[in-house]
């Protein structure tokens, strides 16, 4: 059994029954020294003050926590352990925690569970319910391909020089660097992904496409991740070579695709997302070693 705490969505009796497909036995429960705020896409994250968040401790089995990430768009939002207080003892639990933040500003109504109207929410979670495939297990997934630089665009050399932007990727091997977000929406419901670049020299290296708790087969998104990566990628004077290579986390083995390969894994998810990728940064250095020792 997991404890996880709300403060927002997942408290609500009615997103329980859509996420998790039941009711959900929970406790309340006060966080201290923490207030809850509102991004710009309506739903509350946490930052520190001198302040407490009144939540509810919701008891999940392994696989609602897995569902749970996927309604928080792990890694959009960091699953953390923290200390609450439930029925007057201290308890250690799960939260959610909002990395990058957008916006801050302070809900207006009280005790409500986000900032968006109860039919846009409703309809959010219908969008959600559609596209998500119960029978995919619930994992992170990271699509590799292998990258080159392209000769630096004058353009962008001068805004740069102008607007005194850092390079985009800095000369460090052997580290990913954050390139940027990408979204593209599949069935009506937004899906997002970090993109990050790991060099091997100054020419060439690895584009990683990371998503957190994915929601659908990565086959029925590659194509249409494949339409909007060379562009962004182009801005960043990178640009695609030629081959496919995808990694994929999961609780459960499936069937083999051809496009990417499987690792399983299951104890990394008792660690965060950004635990989990370092370590798969790790794997992908060792490969490539061995490769290039073949």
Known sequence: MELLFSYGTLRDEYVQKKIFGKSIPSKAAKLENYQVKMDADGFFHLIPGNQCVYGRVLQLTNSDLLRADQWEEVPVYERERIQVEVDGQMAEVWTYMKKRVRRQKTPKVKDCDSGLKEECLHLLLEEFCQVRDLNFPAGDIILRFPGRRLPPNKLTQLKKRLFGQKPVIEDQESAYTL????????????????????????FSGELLVAMGMILVHPERIQEKL????????KDRDIALQKGFRGHLFTEKSIEKRRHYRIVVFPEWFEETYSNRFLKEMELIKIESEIESGA
């Not at 494949?226 to 990628?233: C, E, G, M």
């Open 226 to 233: 494949l339409t909007v990566l060379p562009a962004f990628l």
């Open 179 to 202: 390139l940027g977000e990408i979204q593209i929406v599949f069935k009506n419901y937004p899906l997002r992904f970090d993109v990050y670049w790991m060099g091997h020299d100054s």
